[in-house]
Nanobody, 127 residues
């Protein structure tokens, strides 16, 4: 059973930065895709960014392109989401998710395609 634990959330002012971490354990096989999702209060969960197993390919939702950077360190079994120039609309609970099956490009931001989920970390952007 792959276990994921997010950390790094908190309160930040607009324009500020945070780096989220997603630590994986329970599997020696690191051939899984990692996705970051977020869910604001009263809204559906939405995809933010994804990274393939080797880190060779990264994908971003339009609303975070140019501001967020996803990366992974397989030696540490950890994936990161660097969030810059944060906006109040980025306020949400952020989740990392993983799956071992190859996902078509159009499915990478579908929450239902991911088997393993972390518990989430709250990000609040407010002055």
């Amino acid at each position: 059973q792959l276990q994921l634990v997010e950390s790094g959330g908190g309160l930040v002012q607009p324009g500020g930065s945070l780096r989220l971490s997603c630590a994986a354990s329970g599997f020696t096989d690191d051939r899984y895709v990692i996705g970051w999702f977020r869910q604001a209060s009263g809204k559906d969960r939405e995809g933010v960014s994804c990274i393939t197993s080797t880190g060779g390919n990264t994908y971003y939702a339009e609303h975070v392109k140019g501001r967020f950077i996803i990366s992974r360190d397989n030696a540490k079994n950890t994936t990161y989401l660097q969030m810059n120039n944060l906006k109040p609309e980025d306020t949400a609970v952020y989740y990392c998710a993983a799956d071992f099956k190859p996902l078509p490009l159009g499915w990478l931001f579908r929450p239902a395609e991911y088997t393993y989920w972390g518990q989430g970390t709250q990000v609040t952007v407010s002055s």
